[in-house]
């Protein structure tokens, strides 16, 4: 059982989903847990996320965070790391793309021991990320000879302290950066346990990229993966 917990998440212009996905983190997560903040790093939205999240302060209990200027997402989730006050973290995004009422089985059996990654299946988002999501994990599994389901998944239970350890201070890479802290979670041996999770379509475009972006950016990470097995 989790007594304390620190709940984690970036808005960027989250407006169509920010109210609901709160209202649910607080009814399905934070209620359950005798110690929790949930803290929200909202990066300069230009629609109304952060009118809407100024809104809720005064019914849940949020700790908005923001920096001097845009960090973007990884920057984001590192400020969000060191402003956290308890020792176990949960990491997960807006955009309406998780099933929240499934916390509870996900993290059954957790100990800061171990590391809980979330393995989206099924998934109902668009089948070309499905595609390039599947290409990517098979080619870690190949490279880095491990099993990997999900690698780059957005929805992790974690300790503040491997948090600190695998992401503030190692990660390298800008975009994918949770993929290069699973693989370097499983080059140091540490416990990883992927749960299954429903993940759905956003109800608008990708926050992250568009298809040619995806593409992109999928090569540079290949290039870098590539990089990180010669190091290790």
């Known amino acids: 059982m989790i007594n ?5 998440l970036l808005a960027y212009n989250e407006e169509l989903s920010i109210e609901n996905d709160l209202k649910k983190i607080h009814q399905h997560i934070a209620k359950k847990i005798f110690n929790y903040e949930i803290i929200v790093v909202e990066d300069y939205s230009q629609d109304k996320t952060y009118e809407i999240l100024q809104k809720y302060k005064k019914k849940i209990n949020i700790k908005i965070l923001r920096g001097k200027s845009k960090l973007g997402y990884r920057d984001s989730l590192v400020y969000g790391i060191k ?12 955009g309406s793309k998780y099933n929240f009422e499934e916390f509870s089985n996900f993290a059954n059996g957790y100990t800061e021991k171990c590391i809980f990654s979330g393995f989206r299946k099924p998934r ?3 089948i070309y990320r499905r595609i390039l999501t599947y290409l990517l994990n098979g080619f870690i599994s190949i490279l880095f000879f491990k099993k990997i389901n999900d690698a780059d998944s957005g929805y992790k239970l974690i300790s503040k302290d491997k948090y600190i350890k695998y992401y503030v201070k ?12 699973i693989l370097r979670m499983y080059i140091n041996k ?3 346990i992927e749960k299954k999770i429903s993940y759905y379509q956003r109800p608008d475009q990708s926050k992250q990229f568009n298809f040619y972006k995806v593409i992109k950016k999928s090569f540079i990470l290949v290039l870098k993966l590539i990089s990180l097995r010669i190091e290790t």
Do not use: H, P, R, T
């Open 124 to 126: 109902y988002d668009n």
């Open 83 to 94: 402003n956290a006050k308890y020792k176990n973290i949960f990491f997960s995004e807006f």
């Open 4 to 8: 304390q917990l620190s709940i984690i």
């Open 170 to 181: 190692k990660c390298n890479f800008v975009d994918f950066g949770s993929a290069e802290m």
């Open 190 to 192: 540490e416990k990883i």
